[in-house]
């Protein structure tokens, strides 16, 4: 049995189909956390249970979970609280749901004799670097400048300690700005979208010159299916390429066929100024591959966003 945590999210529902697909055995459990609307859960949950091997429980990832473990030999954490900007207005609770949360499953996991962990981190543990230093290596020392970002970077050395004191096998995904259908409200691409198809204005906070390296989902699914099977510490998932914000949106607007209204607006805290992946370790010891391209992956968006309405 393997077991999936935030199942009923962006990467996890993503995650957990492909398992599915597989033939595998997936129990997934999901806590409907109201950081955004419990019926783009729900959407997702609806495409597993179509699943016979698929069992769900909704339960946090804070609670007694023990009796849930018996018989999983594989865990994939993908629960937490998201949203750096979020966790500026309420740091306490991404500490104790994110920490916490993620302790009690790798003690959970060290007691019932599970494999592996594969951890879902984020590009937000690296803080801001300078563009002279890009891109990012996973050696790199972490200075996160969002509660998000340390309590990620919190929960890297919990994995570490699990690892080095009781032998349970951690690895660490560092993924970074994943986009693509079922994307959660509040990122980028899909506000953009979202107020395009409106007729709306786009908020772009800055210059729009910082630059990003974006993660197709499936390219981000195809690491951690990777990591299951070989690897050990920590890695950068990404694409290995950056593009600024602004010509990232030509490139919606190409996909889209819709001009963009902007309103340029003051850069908000917690947001780095660029980020930009090195994944020669991740190619060289996953054997991770990125496949899909930017326009081709923000078209993928566009068209699932625009069906959904």
Known sequence: ?????????????HLAERLLKEGEDVLGIDNFDPYYPRQLKMRNLKILRDYKKFQFVEESILGDLKHLFQGVSLVYHQAAIAGVRNSLR???????????GTTNILNLSRNSGVKRVIFASSSSVYGEVAESELP??????????????????????????YSRIWGLAVVSLRYFTVYGPRQRPDEAFSKFIKKML???RLEIY???????????VSDAVDATLLAAKRGQGVYNIASG???????????????????????????QPGDVTHTWASISKAKKELDYRPKIGLEAGLREHFQWLRDEG
């Open 241 to 267: 390429s950056r593009i600024s914000l602004n010509k990232a949106l030509s490139l919606i607007a190409r996909v889209s066929g819709l001009d963009p209204k902007i309103a340029r607006r003051k850069k």
């Open 206 to 216: 800055g210059s729009g010159e910082q630059t990003r390296d974006f993660t197709y």
């Open 1 to 13: 049995m393997i077991l999936v945590t935030g199942c009923c999210g962006f990467i996890g529902s």
């Open 198 to 200: 409106k007729g709306e």
């Open 136 to 161: 990012i290596e996973e050696s790199r020392k972490l200075k996160p400048i969002s509660p998000y970002g340390y309590s990620k970077k919190l929960c890297e050395e919990i994995c570490q300690m």
């Open 90 to 100: 309420d740091p306490l609770r991404y500490v104790e749901n994110n920490l916490l």
